[in-house]
């Protein structure tokens, strides 16, 4: 069990927005390793959602290597728990790809983040991180992505797009994306942006009939969808969208 001043604080710019207090007693040297072989494709998903096994903290710590030509996709949706994190250390080898589509949804004083650092370590790598979070009441969601493109790693191609949705005064979004590029031949690319529901388009469906209640859904549905569109799998990737939308519904 580490002791109280081994746990990491709020200057360390990667828990800058978390609930450090939190962590007392988790084992945050526990590392999860994913290594993906040459031309290979993996596919993971995390769903932390409310039930019997969802402990107030989880904290998940993966370090994942994708070698030459692999490609690694991450699905994730945290939903429940007191502090929910997902962090991911990414190494991309030679024309390898990373996908990562992330969704937070919570309420109350709960707090739910995405934390990734993703090293291009070698020419023609591509990565896509697509993350949107839906908040109420005093929840928090979070997003800190870091870009790091070496010296050698020419034809990088990565992006990160970020949309936080706030659906009650009080509500919290913090994003923070970092890019470290030393390589001269790259497209890298972010965008985040937070707002409340487009109240034009909750009018134009209440013109047409559509309850509130309806409307809301459909356009938080249509919010999070962005970040599963890259799962090819239809069953996991509505199984996932309803925990997320079925826990607005809930609190809401």
């Known amino acids: 069990m580490p002791e109280a001043a081994e746990l990491p604080t709020r200057r360390d710019e990667a828990w800058r927005y978390s609930a450090v207090e939190r962590l007392q007693g988790e084992a945050l040297d526990d590392w999860r390793t994913i290594d993906v072989s040459p031309g290979e494709t993996v596919h993971e998903t995390l769903l932390i959602a409310d039930g019997g096994d969802t402990r107030p903290t989880e904290l998940h710590r993966w370090r994942v290597t994708v070698r030459e030509g692999a490609t690694c996709e991450i699905f994730a949706v945290l939903a429940a728990a007191e502090y929910a994190r997902l962090e991911i250390e990414v190494t991309l080898h030679k024309g390898a790809h990373f996908e990562l589509g992330g969704i937070t949804v919570g309420g109350r004083e709960t707090v739910r983040e995405f934390v990734t650092r993703t ?43 970020f949309k936080g949705l706030l659906l009650e005064k009080g509500a919290t979004v913090n994003v923070v994306p970092q890019l470290e590029i030393f390589a001269d031949d790259v497209k890298c690319a972010h965008g985040a942006s937070v707002g409340q529901l487009d109240e034009t388009a909750r009018f134009y469906m209440a013109a047409r009939g559509v309850s509130p209640d309806l409307a809301r859904r459909l356009l938080v549905q249509a919010f999070l969808g962005d970040a599963l569109v890259a799962l090819e799998d239809d069953e996991t990737r509505e199984a996932m969208l309803k925990v997320a939308l079925d826990k607005v519904d809930r609190a809401l």
């Open 119 to 161: 090293i291009h370590a070698e020419p023609e790598a591509t990565s896509n991180q697509t993350v949107r979070a839906v908040h109420w009441g005093h929840g928090t969601g979070n997003f800190l992505g870091n870009i790091d493109v070496v010296r050698d790693a020419q034809k990088t191609d990565a992006a990160q797009d």
